[in-house]
């Protein structure tokens, strides 16, 4: 799993993340599909990432 606290993340836009939680993941021909929870603040989000 990629470190999102670690990049720029334009989903949480400018807030910390304080967490992520990987909901769903699959790998597909070398890479991995993923479904996040992103905490950042008092909200959490999800994204589909492929890395």
Do not use: N
Not at 18 to 28: F, G, I, K, T
Not at 42 to 51: C, I, N
Request: charged share 20%; glycine share 6%.
């Amino acid at each position: 799993m990629i470190d999102l606290t670690q990049e720029r993340f334009y989903g949480a836009k400018s807030e910390a993340i304080d967490a992520v939680e990987v909901a769903a993941s699959l790998e597909l021909d070398g890479f991995s599909w993923q479904i996040l929870h992103v905490t950042h603040g008092d909200v959490t989000d999800s994204y589909q990432v492929l890395v």
